[in-house]
């Protein structure tokens, strides 16, 4: 017991500052409660985000949910690699505790479901290694509810089997109904990227050719966090010639062969294993998130404990000690947007979100000024336009809002959101008849567009 005392002491030291955090960009998606869609292939951490907007919007509510569902991972991590590594185990799972590559994961309420998704994974692999095979299936099916990127942990439950020699012929019927399992999960969620604005798969904007091809690149940058974490940010910037694509995946290889002559190698393989299929040929928007290496950080942590138990006593000691400072400042940059979003602009230069997102996070006259500075890195990027338009009317300047969506809408007619704000600067004009026929051409454009069935006092789409 003193032994899980203390992991959860780690967790609070490291993440607990989350509590008093608010939230960051996706979060108000979740918070002022989305609809459900048809498309939605996540349905426990759904249920989570209404139970949360049941209780209300306090972030405390929101954010201690996050950190509980951590806490759970680490000492499920911790219980199983009693039975699959306990000369590690401790070690392990207080990197994958503390380790800062995790605060995205549990300081951004809209990542809950990696949290949720890895503590189910975690709850059917102690199952299995307990010999409960049948049960391990049915908590991996709910790993699946909670998020489809778990799909491989049939893959490492062979591998660590067949590495530790305890795999037999009996188990394939389990893997088989888990294959099962995740093969449906994967065609779901593929399905569901048809939906507009899904950011993955059919919708991601990007080839899944381009895609791999990136993310050896991508996955070298994870494994350099992992071994020196520092250079964080929520939106980090990927730029890959062909010739380093190649060379990162021919080092990926050369470092997963190098590996397996290591005792306990097979660790290092098991973690790459859990990243594939966030990163490799199913496209997202994002060609690097950190939140995707929760779920890995299981191997990885415990990769790395298996050869640092070996070090001196004070290596042991040092590792997380070194660790947790990291993760404590990562903590004061989350506490506040403006220091979030700034240190994207600054590691992420070639990029507009961020600008435009720390833009949000600033006072109207210095949203101005840094959407300003945007347009002239970036001109006439309709993006920034868009941002200039809501903030001038923030301002109480429709007339030159009506502006900066005009531009927006020459570049983009099409754009539900951009006809929504046009016509709720002609509202604030007095020109309320030519606004509502505004508000009703973006519906046509997008039914269910909450903006615009709100501004006519129309009920929410039912999807």
């Given amino acids: 017991m003193p032994t899980r005392i203390l992991l959860v002491l780690l967790v609070v030291l490291a993440f607990g500052a989350s509590a008093s955090h608010g939230f960051h960009f996706d979060d108000y998606e979740?918070?002022?409660?989305?609809?459900?869609?048809?498309?939605q292939t996540r349905p426990i951490t759904w249920l989570s985000f209404e139970a949360n907007h049941a209780l209300g919007e306090n972030p405390i509510l929101w954010?201690?949910?996050?950190?509980?569902?951590?806490?759970?991972?680490?000492?499920?991590?911790?219980?199983l690699l009693l039975l699959w590594a306990p000369g590690a185990a401790l070690l392990a799972a207080a990197i994958f505790a503390i380790h800062p590559i995790q605060a995205e994961s549990v300081a951004y309420v809209y990542s809950?479901?990696?949290?949720?998704?890895t503590a189910l994974s975690l709850a059917a692999m102690l199952c299995w290694a307990r010999g409960r095979k049948l049960l391990a299936v049915v908590w991996f099916g709910f790993a699946l509810l909670a998020k489809e990127d778990?799909?491989?942990?049939?893959?490492?439950?062979?591998?660590?089997?067949?590495?530790?020699?305890?795999?037999?012929?009996?188990?394939?019927?389990?893997?088989?109904?888990?294959?099962?399992?995740?093969?449906?999960?994967?065609?779901?969620?593929?399905?569901?990227?048809?939906?507009?604005?899904?950011?993955?798969?059919?919708?991601?904007?990007?080839a899944w050719p381009s895609y791999l091809l990136d993310q050896g690149f991508v996955i070298l940058r994870y494994l350099r966090l992992?071994?020196?974490p520092w250079g964080f940010t929520i939106d980090p910037e990927i730029h890959v010639t062909l010739m380093l694509a190649l060379a990162s995946w021919f080092a990926l290889a050369v470092l997963v062969l190098l590996s397996s002559?290591?005792?306990?190698?097979?660790?290092?393989?098991?973690?790459?294993?859990?990243?594939?299929?966030?990163?490799?040929?199913?496209?997202a928007a994002d060609l690097a998130a950190d939140h995707r290496m929760?779920?890995?950080?299981?191997?990885?942590?415990?990769?790395?404990?298996?050869?640092?138990?070996?070090?001196?006593?004070?290596?042991?000691?040092?590792?997380?000690?070194?660790?947790l400072l990291v993760s404590a400042a990562r903590m004061s940059v989350w506490a506040e947007d403006t220091k979030l979003w700034a240190e994207a602009v600054e590691r992420s230069p070639d990029k507009v979100r961020p600008r435009i997102q720390l833009a949000r996070a600033l006072d109207p006259t210095?949203?101005?000024?840094?959407?300003?500075?945007?347009?002239?890195?970036?001109?006439?990027?309709?993006?920034?336009?868009?941002?200039?338009?809501?903030?001038?009317?923030?301002?109480?300047?429709?007339?030159?809002?009506?502006?900066?969506?005009?531009?927006?809408?020459?570049?983009?007619?099409?754009?539900?959101?951009?006809?929504?704000?046009?016509?709720?600067a002609l509202q604030a004009m007095g020109q309320s008849a030519t606004a509502e026929m505004e508000f009703r051409r973006a519906l046509k454009v997008d039914s269910c567009l909450e903006e615009a069935r709100r501004n006519l006092g129309l009920a929410p789409c039912k999807r």
């Fill in 261 to 283: 002559r290591l005792r306990g190698g097979f660790w290092f393989a098991a973690g790459i294993i859990l990243l594939l299929p966030s990163s490799s040929v199913f496209p």
């Fill in 150 to 206: 778990c799909v491989l942990v049939p893959a490492m439950i062979l591998l660590v089997d067949y590495a530790s020699g305890r795999l037999k012929r009996n188990i394939f019927p389990a893997i088989g109904s888990m294959v099962a399992l995740a093969a449906a999960a994967g065609a779901w969620t593929l399905l569901a990227t048809r939906a507009p604005h899904s950011g993955a798969g059919f919708s991601a904007g990007i």
């Fill in 366 to 424: 210095q949203a101005i000024q840094e959407l300003d500075s945007a347009n002239a890195r970036f001109p006439d990027n309709v993006d920034i336009e868009n941002e200039l338009g809501r903030v001038d009317m923030e301002l109480g300047h429709p007339e030159q809002a009506l502006v900066e969506y005009g531009r927006v809408l020459a570049v983009r007619p099409a754009d539900a959101r951009a006809i929504n704000n046009r016509a709720v």
């Fill in 294 to 323: 929760y779920l890995p950080m299981i191997a990885f942590s415990t990769a790395i404990a298996v050869q640092v138990v070996r070090a001196p006593r004070w290596a042991q000691i040092a590792v997380p000690a070194a660790l």
């Fill in 30 to 39: 979740v918070v002022h409660g989305a609809s459900w869609s048809e498309f």
């Fill in 112 to 117: 809950r479901a990696t949290l949720f998704s």
């Fill in 63 to 79: 954010h201690l949910v996050n950190l509980a569902a951590h806490i759970a991972a680490v000492l499920l991590l911790y219980e």
């Fill in 226 to 228: 992992v071994v020196l």
